[in-house]
């Protein structure tokens, strides 16, 4: 396909037409103070997040032992297949990216729509497997964590069509005082919940963000929004996706690894 | 500053309605100019004072009786005040007091995150710094706007906790407390939401700040050509962006806390309630420098502009802004000296001095820079004579508050009350006062009443020490801060104060008819009233759509009074002895 929108051969395209602000001397000018804005954001979303990891090591340093104990309930495959989800689409978002500035537009098409399915699968990882699982007792019957646990499935309980099997005494992992799970060892456990909790909810919060702003900038990219001298929009949120990866990957080893 | 100013480019002022009624409110509610929403926000400040102001002035009568709700309810006491907050035995005991703590709660909430925190950067900075810099523009203009609608939507769910009941935790949200109150009801989320989403609108303000400042200075204006103004704005902006996200997320902590009952700050379910202290003061620690540096930029500015002098020590002053941005960052401990161990308390104490080396700099270089100026002596000036008696009041009295040893004694007393009143109202709204004068006709383009504006300066700065110098000795005396009834002793140092609140009421009324009176019967104002050489007074007043008709060119520095004839400037408005006028001209 010809980098050129046959609906508007003849005619420029947007990107082409764009002007700068009126308050800009160039576009150079503009784009550089647009970058420059983005990353004192992205300062203020790793500080947000230092809240998460600052209360994540002083009730490590208080409560080692119900630590140890949550972290092994974790199953470090689905986190490792999370992380692996993420620096993919890491690396198809950079491609689009380098692919809307040399005006490969299907590619750069392509390379978003694998980002965003990239980012579904996480989500629907963390779902299915992670959240739903610890939260309610309710197990999907094709994880594979189910086969090290010792527990009994209940014959008859399912939900989604069959998809999810009730497993008796694995759920009820949930923060605070909600946490109701019989087989805690440690009396601070729920306390390890809490932090799983929160700060994988917030990092997943900011996944669906990136995923509408990646959505957005596709449908854009579609109508000729971006191009070779104009793709401000595409390297910022290419740049929130960085970061969104770049937590998961210090949330991963901390949640995950640590027994 | 020299450059052209063409009046036959002249495109209108930024005020000229578009057309009928509602094209002007449309006009007005999607605009990105920064002038424009500038005043939006100086709107909806002066608005949200105006409420948290009746909330003070309640707090004040309630305390002028003692009224001993707890101990002597049965004799019902009250004569003028047990009437207001409701009888202590009408609705059973701590009635009243449950009251009382609700509108102190709202005082202190809505005049910090509403008032205070946006007041000068949002309001003057918004309009000022671009024009200042001599840009058409901040450098993202769409984001000024949310940030604006970011600022309503919050204040909005604070409104809506009052309605709802009010909240009775203290502006501080201090937990366990914040977090088991009110169990049944949604207003103290509420307002923890609303507190976090002006966090939003504080962000997206610093961000524009710092980039604008970065990107937009005018051609030749290098970084110490900058007006001080803008220094400061830059300084509080830096902190905006970097303290305000760590407020987010313990709010959000603080939510999910209450609606999941999450435990991170809850000693029963293993958190740390002091978690909570940390985390607030590392963010509401630097932020009370976001409320002062900017009102530190307006006196500098302001106190050059109307001695007619170049400023003294503008280097010092401009790195002093930067040194107290750094230094903030490393004090939040001083608030919670009770819950720390001895040896941190110790280390913060330490450092909590060290704000006050920046800070005398900057009070040393504004007092030499009074010394042989041509001092106009209008209301801004009178402003800023005051802001430097009463900030130095408010910062020398920090001190005995960061001896470990004298606050002991002071913490939690009515002392601590009127040292950050003393720097909060008597700094930073003193400041806003200085700056919203001497601004004035440039913004609206009308001058107002100078005898009526410096009457009204007179009476705050009366009423003002009248109500908060008392708290000092009742401070001393042990008087505790946020009880409702207090012992006999008190209460003459409480009627003082009480009556000071009361003059200062009639101070901002008096403001306030000044300002009316300007728009309906002011003269028009000329581009440059007071004859100061910042590129602000280079343009109209009020300043034309796009601030400049051609973008301006920096030749001279911001307070080159001695070699400098400022442009468009009527001498006579302000007579200045002969030696002191500049021979040279551009």
């Known amino acids: 396909m010809s980098t050129l929108d046959t609906r508007e051969l003849g005619t420029l395209q947007r990107w082409q037409r764009y002007i700068h602000g009126h308050h800009w001397r160039s576009s150079a000018e503009e784009f550089d103070a647009v970058k420059f804005g983005f990353w004192l954001f992205l300062s203020t979303e790793v500080l947000l997040f230092g809240g998460i990891f600052c209360a994540y090591f002083i009730f490590r340093s208080l409560y080692p032992a119900a630590y140890a104990e949550g972290s092994q309930a974790l199953d470090w495959r689905w986190g490792g297949l999370n992380t692996v989800i993420l620096l993919i689409s890491s690396y198809t978002m950079a491609a689009s990216i380098y692919c809307v500035q040399k005006g490969l537009f299907s590619r750069a098409k392509l390379n978003l729509v694998i980002t965003l399915l990239c980012g579904l699968l996480f989500l629907a990882i963390k779902i299915l497997f992670e959240y739903t699982p610890k939260w309610s007792g309710y197990f999907f019957v094709l994880d594979p964590a189910l086969s090290h646990h010792a527990a009994t499935v209940v014959e008859g309980k399912t939900a989604l069509f069959g998809l999810f099997q009730y497993v008796e005494g694995y759920g009820g992992k949930r923060p605070g005082s909600l946490f109701d799970h019989p087989f805690a060892q440690n009396a601070d456990i729920p306390m390890w919940w809490s932090v799983y909790y929160c700060g994988t909810a917030i990092h997943a919060l900011h996944v669906i963000i990136g995923m509408v702003l990646i959505f957005r900038v596709l449908l854009r990219v579609n109508k000729g929004y971006y191009g070779p001298t104009h793709y401000t929009m595409v390297e910022i949120v290419g740049l929130y996706w960085h970061l969104v990866d770049l937590i998961w990957i210090f949330l991963f080893p901390l949640l995950y690894l640590i027994h | ?586």
Do not use: C
């Open chain 2, 1 to 586: 500053m020299a450059a052209t100013h063409d009046h036959a480019h002249h495109h209108g002022s930024y005020l000229e309605p578009k057309g009928g009624f509602w094209t002007t409110v449309v006009d007005w509610a999607t605009t990105v100019d920064h002038k424009k929403i500038g005043v939006m926000y100086l709107v909806a400040i002066l608005f949200m004072f105006f409420l948290g102001g009746v909330a003070a002035l309640a707090l004040r009568l309630e305390l002028f009786e003692p009224v001993r709700t707890v101990v002597d309810a049965t004799t019902g006491a009250s004569k003028i005040t047990g009437q207001m907050f409701g009888n202590p035995d009408a609705g059973g005991i701590g009635a009243g007091n449950n009251l009382y703590n609700r509108i102190f709660t709202l005082h202190g909430a809505i005049m910090v995150f509403m008032v205070i925190v946006p007041s000068i950067p949002a309001s003057l900075g918004n309009f000022l710094l671009p024009i200042m810099l001599g840009a058409k523009d901040v450098a993202f203009p769409r984001l000024n706007l949310l940030s604006w609608y970011v600022y309503v939507v919050g204040s909005l769910f604070a409104v809506a906790a009052i309605i709802l009941g009010g909240v009775d935790t203290g502006w501080t949200f201090y937990t366990p407390y914040s977090t088991t109150t009110d169990a049944d009801y949604w207003r103290v989320t509420l307002m923890v939401l609303g507190a976090f989403t002006l966090g939003f609108s504080s962000i997206l303000t610093g961000i524009n700040f710092v980039v604008t400042v970065h990107k937009l200075r005018a051609p030749g204006m290098g970084w110490f050509d900058m007006p001080l103004f803008a220094w400061a704005l830059y300084a509080a902006a830096i902190i905006q962006v970097l303290a305000t996200p760590v407020i987010g997320i313990t709010l959000l902590l603080l939510m999910f806390e209450r609606i999941f009952r999450v435990g991170i700050f809850d000693p029963a379910l293993g958190g740390d309630p002091v978690l909570f202290q940390h985390f607030f003061w590392f963010y509401s620690h630097p932020v009370v420098y976001v409320m002062i540096l900017p009102g530190m930029g307006i006196i500098s500015d302001v106190l050059a502009v109307q001695s007619h002098k170049k400023i003294f020590g503008y280097r010092a002053i401009a790195f002093s802004s930067l040194g107290i941005a750094g230094v903030s960052f490393i004090v939040w401990g001083h608030h919670m000296f009770a819950s720390m161990s001895e040896l941190a308390s110790m280390v913060f104490s330490a450092l909590t001095f060290l704000v006050a080396i920046p800070t005398a700099i900057k009070v040393f270089n504004w007092i030499s820079s009074l010394y042989k100026g041509s001092i106009a002596l209008n209301a801004p000036m009178v402003y800023t004579l005051i802001f430097l008696f009463t900030f130095s009041i408010g910062g020398l009295t920090g001190l005995p508050l960061a001896t470990l040893s004298t606050d002991l004694h002071l913490h939690d007393t009515y002392f601590v009350v009127a040292h950050f009143h003393y720097v909060m109202m008597g700094g930073t709204i003193m400041a806003f006062m200085a700056g919203l004068h001497h601004w004035w006709p440039k913004m609206f383009g009308r001058m107002y009443n100078e005898p009526l504006a410096i009457l009204g300066a007179l009476v705050v700065f009366i009423g003002f020490n009248v109500t908060f110098f008392s708290q000092f000795f009742l401070g001393a005396r042990g008087m505790p801060r946020r009880y409702a009834s207090y012992v006999d002793e008190f209460q003459l140092l409480h009627q003082i104060s009480t009556v000071g609140s009361f003059i200062l009421l009639v101070g901002f009324l008096i403001h306030l008819f000044v300002f009316l009176a300007s728009f309906a019967t002011g003269r028009k104002a000329p581009a440059n009233p007071w004859g100061g050489l910042t590129l602000e007074w280079l343009a109209d007043s009020p300043p034309e759509e796009h601030n400049f008709p051609h973008e301006p060119i920096v030749t001279h520095g911001p307070y080159d009074f001695e070699s400098v004839v400022p442009h468009h400037w009527d001498p006579s408005d302000y007579p200045i002895p002969e030696e002191h006028r500049a021979v040279a001209s551009h």
